[in-house]
Protein backbone atom coordinates (compact mmCIF):
# COMPACT_ATOMS: atom_id res chain seq x y z
CA UNK A 1 0.00 0.00 0.00
CA UNK A 2 1.34 3.71 -0.80
CA UNK A 3 2.28 5.69 2.49
CA UNK A 4 0.28 8.90 1.16
CA UNK A 5 -3.15 6.54 1.65
CA UNK A 6 -2.18 5.65 5.16
CA UNK A 7 -1.33 8.82 6.10
CA UNK A 8 -4.76 10.65 4.40
CA UNK A 9 -6.43 7.41 5.89
CA UNK A 10 -5.09 8.24 9.48
CA UNK A 11 -5.72 12.32 9.03
CA UNK A 12 -9.69 11.70 8.22
CA UNK A 13 -9.57 9.28 11.05
CA UNK A 14 -8.17 12.44 13.67
CA UNK A 15 -10.28 15.21 11.61
CA UNK A 16 -13.39 13.27 12.56
CA UNK A 17 -12.59 12.48 15.83
CA UNK A 18 -11.73 15.96 16.93
CA UNK A 19 -14.81 17.51 14.97
CA UNK A 20 -16.98 14.97 17.16
CA UNK A 21 -15.14 16.22 20.46
CA UNK A 22 -15.55 19.82 19.62
CA UNK A 23 -19.16 19.58 18.89
CA UNK A 24 -19.83 18.72 22.96
CA UNK A 25 -21.81 21.56 24.26
CA UNK A 26 -19.79 23.52 26.98
CA UNK A 27 -20.90 22.70 30.35
CA UNK A 28 -23.27 25.36 32.03
CA UNK A 29 -21.97 27.53 34.92
CA UNK A 30 -23.53 26.72 38.24
CA UNK A 31 -26.05 29.13 39.57
CA UNK A 32 -24.81 29.57 43.33
CA UNK A 33 -27.62 31.82 44.46
CA UNK A 34 -30.00 33.71 42.88
CA UNK A 35 -31.92 36.78 44.46
CA UNK A 36 -32.74 38.55 41.52
CA UNK A 37 -35.98 40.40 41.96
CA UNK A 38 -38.85 39.30 40.42
CA UNK A 39 -40.46 41.65 39.58
CA UNK A 40 -37.55 44.39 39.54
CA UNK A 41 -37.97 46.58 42.10
CA UNK A 42 -36.84 49.27 40.56
CA UNK A 43 -36.07 52.25 42.62
CA UNK A 44 -35.81 50.78 46.24
CA UNK A 45 -32.11 49.88 46.54
CA UNK A 46 -29.53 49.55 49.65
CA UNK A 47 -27.65 52.79 49.07
CA UNK A 48 -24.06 52.12 47.84
CA UNK A 49 -21.99 55.70 47.87
CA UNK A 50 -19.46 56.99 50.60
CA UNK A 51 -18.80 56.18 53.04
CA UNK A 52 -22.05 53.59 52.74
CA UNK A 53 -20.86 50.27 51.43
CA UNK A 54 -23.29 47.22 51.02
CA UNK A 55 -22.85 43.20 51.49
CA UNK A 56 -24.15 40.30 50.51
CA UNK A 57 -22.82 36.92 51.65
CA UNK A 58 -23.31 33.23 49.70
CA UNK A 59 -21.38 29.83 49.89
CA UNK A 60 -20.36 27.26 48.32
CA UNK A 61 -21.08 23.36 47.78
CA UNK A 62 -18.91 20.59 48.74
CA UNK A 63 -16.61 20.91 46.06
CA UNK A 64 -14.06 23.86 45.64
CA UNK A 65 -15.09 26.13 42.83
CA UNK A 66 -13.94 28.60 40.46
CA UNK A 67 -15.76 31.88 40.74
CA UNK A 68 -17.02 33.11 37.61
CA UNK A 69 -19.43 35.88 37.74
CA UNK A 70 -21.52 38.09 40.10
CA UNK A 71 -24.87 39.52 37.95
CA UNK A 72 -25.93 43.09 40.52
CA UNK A 73 -28.33 44.67 39.14
CA UNK A 74 -28.01 48.70 40.58
CA UNK A 75 -28.44 52.22 39.86
CA UNK A 76 -25.13 53.76 37.97
CA UNK A 77 -25.98 57.32 39.19
CA UNK A 78 -28.95 59.35 40.44
CA UNK A 79 -30.43 62.48 41.02
CA UNK A 80 -28.90 63.35 37.50
CA UNK A 81 -25.70 62.70 38.72
CA UNK A 82 -23.53 61.24 35.83
CA UNK A 83 -22.25 57.45 36.37
CA UNK A 84 -18.57 57.96 37.13
CA UNK A 85 -15.34 55.38 38.20
CA UNK A 86 -16.03 55.20 42.10
CA UNK A 87 -17.71 52.19 42.36
CA UNK A 88 -15.57 49.34 43.18
CA UNK A 89 -16.96 45.44 43.82
CA UNK A 90 -15.07 42.86 45.39
CA UNK A 91 -15.10 39.22 46.30
CA UNK A 92 -14.68 39.06 50.45
CA UNK A 93 -13.88 36.44 52.98
CA UNK A 94 -16.42 35.50 55.95
CA UNK A 95 -15.62 36.75 59.32
CA UNK A 96 -18.04 35.65 62.17
CA UNK A 97 -20.75 36.29 59.79
CA UNK A 98 -19.62 40.01 58.70
CA UNK A 99 -17.14 40.47 55.61
CA UNK A 100 -13.66 40.04 56.40
CA UNK A 101 -11.14 40.70 53.85
CA UNK A 102 -10.71 41.47 50.30
CA UNK A 103 -9.61 38.62 48.03
CA UNK A 104 -10.50 39.11 44.70
CA UNK A 105 -11.76 42.97 42.48
CA UNK A 106 -14.60 42.16 40.52
CA UNK A 107 -14.90 44.21 37.18
CA UNK A 108 -17.78 45.04 34.97
CA UNK A 109 -17.36 42.95 31.71
CA UNK A 110 -18.61 46.30 30.07
CA UNK A 111 -18.85 50.25 30.56
CA UNK A 112 -21.13 50.90 33.28
CA UNK A 113 -24.74 52.07 31.49
CA UNK A 114 -26.07 55.31 32.08
CA UNK A 115 -29.19 55.67 34.79
CA UNK A 116 -32.37 56.13 32.59
CA UNK A 117 -34.36 57.12 35.69
CA UNK A 118 -36.66 54.58 35.31
CA UNK A 119 -34.97 51.23 35.63
CA UNK A 120 -32.09 48.95 37.39
CA UNK A 121 -29.26 48.13 35.21
CA UNK A 122 -28.11 44.55 35.35
CA UNK A 123 -24.22 44.60 35.54
CA UNK A 124 -21.55 41.62 34.83
CA UNK A 125 -18.98 41.42 37.18
CA UNK A 126 -15.95 39.19 36.44
CA UNK A 127 -12.89 38.22 38.78
CA UNK A 128 -9.97 40.42 37.63
CA UNK A 129 -7.82 37.37 37.95
CA UNK A 130 -9.02 33.04 38.33
CA UNK A 131 -10.38 32.77 41.94
CA UNK A 132 -10.46 29.92 43.36
CA UNK A 133 -13.39 28.97 46.21
CA UNK A 134 -13.07 26.71 48.99
CA UNK A 135 -15.64 23.93 49.66
CA UNK A 136 -18.34 24.51 52.41
CA UNK A 137 -17.04 28.32 52.67
CA UNK A 138 -18.96 31.49 53.45
CA UNK A 139 -17.88 34.54 51.00
CA UNK A 140 -19.32 38.05 50.90
CA UNK A 141 -19.44 40.22 47.59
CA UNK A 142 -19.11 43.94 48.75
CA UNK A 143 -19.61 46.98 46.89
CA UNK A 144 -18.37 50.80 47.56
CA UNK A 145 -17.58 54.03 46.09
CA UNK A 146 -15.32 56.60 46.34
CA UNK A 147 -17.65 58.84 44.21
CA UNK A 148 -20.95 58.83 42.97
CA UNK A 149 -24.32 56.57 44.24
CA UNK A 150 -25.07 53.32 43.18
CA UNK A 151 -28.29 52.40 44.59
CA UNK A 152 -28.23 48.19 45.08
CA UNK A 153 -31.58 46.52 43.65
CA UNK A 154 -33.42 44.73 46.81
CA UNK A 155 -34.78 41.06 46.17
CA UNK A 156 -38.57 40.84 45.91
CA UNK A 157 -39.09 37.25 46.06
CA UNK A 158 -36.97 34.38 48.15
CA UNK A 159 -33.43 33.56 46.82
CA UNK A 160 -32.80 29.93 45.12
CA UNK A 161 -29.42 27.88 44.84
CA UNK A 162 -27.34 25.65 47.10
CA UNK A 163 -25.51 28.99 48.11
CA UNK A 164 -28.32 31.21 49.08
CA UNK A 165 -27.75 32.98 52.38
CA UNK A 166 -30.61 35.79 53.17
CA UNK A 167 -29.68 39.39 54.54
CA UNK A 168 -27.22 41.29 53.84
CA UNK A 169 -24.67 43.61 55.77
CA UNK A 170 -23.98 47.51 55.69
CA UNK A 171 -21.23 49.90 56.56
CA UNK A 172 -21.66 52.99 57.25
CA UNK A 173 -17.30 54.06 57.26
CA UNK A 174 -16.23 52.44 54.27
CA UNK A 175 -15.65 48.73 55.28
CA UNK A 176 -14.13 49.83 59.04
CA UNK A 177 -17.39 47.93 60.73
CA UNK A 178 -20.24 45.71 59.76
CA UNK A 179 -23.47 45.63 60.95
CA UNK A 180 -26.15 42.56 59.98
CA UNK A 181 -29.39 43.45 58.24
CA UNK A 182 -32.43 41.20 57.41
CA UNK A 183 -32.71 42.58 54.12
CA UNK A 184 -31.67 40.47 51.21
CA UNK A 185 -29.59 42.04 48.19
CA UNK A 186 -30.66 40.82 44.93
CA UNK A 187 -28.03 39.16 43.10
CA UNK A 188 -26.75 35.87 40.96
CA UNK A 189 -23.29 34.23 41.67
CA UNK A 190 -22.18 31.40 39.64
CA UNK A 191 -19.11 29.41 39.66
CA UNK A 192 -17.23 26.75 37.49
CA UNK A 193 -16.80 23.16 38.56
CA UNK A 194 -13.86 22.84 36.19
CA UNK A 195 -15.15 19.53 34.70
CA UNK A 196 -14.26 18.69 31.34
CA UNK A 197 -17.63 18.92 28.83
CA UNK A 198 -19.32 15.76 28.50
CA UNK A 199 -18.48 14.29 25.10
CA UNK A 200 -21.76 13.17 22.83
CA UNK A 201 -21.72 8.99 23.24
CA UNK A 202 -23.09 9.15 19.64
CA UNK A 203 -20.45 11.32 18.17
CA UNK A 204 -17.55 9.49 19.78
CA UNK A 205 -18.88 6.42 18.40
CA UNK A 206 -19.13 7.92 15.10
CA UNK A 207 -15.54 9.04 15.38
CA UNK A 208 -14.35 5.60 16.21
CA UNK A 209 -16.60 3.79 13.80
CA UNK A 210 -15.05 6.01 10.93
CA UNK A 211 -11.56 4.85 12.73
CA UNK A 212 -12.01 1.32 12.99
CA UNK A 213 -13.61 1.20 8.92
CA UNK A 214 -10.42 3.45 7.96
CA UNK A 215 -8.09 1.01 9.35
CA UNK A 216 -10.43 -2.24 8.29
CA UNK A 217 -9.44 -0.90 4.81
CA UNK A 218 -5.42 0.09 4.96
CA UNK A 219 -5.18 -3.73 6.27
CA UNK A 220 -6.72 -5.01 3.50
CA UNK A 221 -5.28 -2.39 1.26
CA UNK A 222 -1.79 -3.90 2.85
CA UNK A 223 -2.70 -7.84 2.06
CA UNK A 224 -3.42 -7.25 -1.81
CA UNK A 225 -0.48 -5.28 -2.66
Known amino acids: ?24 AEAAPIVLADSLA ?5 FAGGSVSPPLQQATPFSTTGTPLSFTSALIPLHVSIGGTSAGTGLTVSLFSD ?3 LPGSSLVTLLPNAPLPPFDGSDNSSV ?11 AN ?11 GSYP ?41 DGA ?30
Not at 137 to 147: D, F, L, N, Q
Not at 202 to 224: D, I, V, Y
Open 1 to 24: MHKGFAIIAKFLAVVSLVGCLSGA
Open 38 to 42: TPPNA
Open 95 to 97: ALG
Open 124 to 134: LFLPSTPFLLA
Open 137 to 147: TTYWIVAGSSA
Open 152 to 192: WQLATSPGTGPGFISGRATSADSGATWSNSAITLAIRVTAD
Open 196 to 225: APEISRAGLSLALGMTAALLALTLSRRRAV
